[in-house]
């Protein structure tokens, strides 16, 4: 028979490693910040498709609240979706009626403060210039974006205002989550309006005479709001 010193030395590890294992299961049940991304970037998504189905190019974006303590940096409540908005520039025909603003606008009004800095916008397509500025204007915490936009990314890919040391407010930007579906939507929204497809030309049945691509800009790899 082992002495007493020895058992109670063998049941406190088994103790120890049973803890350990409990901490590793609780720590797989926390949402990781890239899966929670993909959640959210799944609904500007739903979005996206939203405005294809309108006949506008197939952007979409929603804000999450999700306010910390600022001192401790715990979180105070859940995060939760305050706004969800698509591309309505052919609706409205307004130039500033891209996805995230629109979003922010509504997630503005939704908090009743213009001050954003608990929120992270996701939006299909890399924030041009105005949709960026407005985010420095809202003071967001954080970007998430899908396909980078060669012709007017302003979050990477030709301008960085979210990292400007020159401005007074920088936020974190997030590339690529959800990319590949991003760009998949915006390439059949633009092969299907260059053959004429009736579901992506807004107001063909209406006798409209606007031409698909029309505004004599090109499409590239149908990353480009035209
Ligand atoms: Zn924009």
């Not at 002495?3 to 294992?21: D, H, N, Y």
């Not at 401005?167 to 760009?183: A, T, Y």
Request: glycine fraction near 8%.
């Amino acid at each position: 028979m082992r002495p007493a010193a020895a058992r109670a030395a063998e049941s406190l590890g088994a103790i120890v490693r049973a803890e350990a294992r409990a901490a590793r299961a609780a720590a797989a049940r926390i949402p990781q910040p890239m899966a929670a991304d993909e959640a959210y970037m799944a609904l500007a998504l739903d979005e996206a498709r939203q405005a294809a189905e309108a006949g506008e190019v197939p952007i979409g974006a929603v804000v999450v609240h999700a306010p910390i303590d600022r001192a401790t940096r715990r979180p105070l409540a859940e995060p939760a979706v305050i706004a969800r908005a698509h591309n309505l520039r052919e609706t409205t025909q307004s130039p500033s009626a891209h996805a995230e603003f629109l979003a922010l606008e509504e997630a503005a009004r939704a908090l009743g403060a213009w001050r954003l800095p608990d929120c992270t916008v996701y939006v299909t397509l890399e924030p041009c210039i105005m949709c960026a500025g407005l985010m420095h204007q809202a003071r967001v915490r954080r970007c998430v974006f899908g396909a980078p936009d060669p012709k007017a990314g302003a979050c990477g890919t030709l301008y960085a205002i979210h990292g400007d040391e020159r401005l007074n407010h920088r936020f974190e930007v997030v590339p690529g989550v959800g990319r590949e579906e991003s760009q998949r939507l915006l390439r059949e929204f633009f092969a299907a309006r260059r053959k004429g497809a009736p579901a992506a030309v807004k107001g063909a049945a209406g006798g409209s005479t606007r031409a698909p691509g029309a505004r004599g800009e090109a499409e590239g790899e149908g990353v480009d709001r035209p």
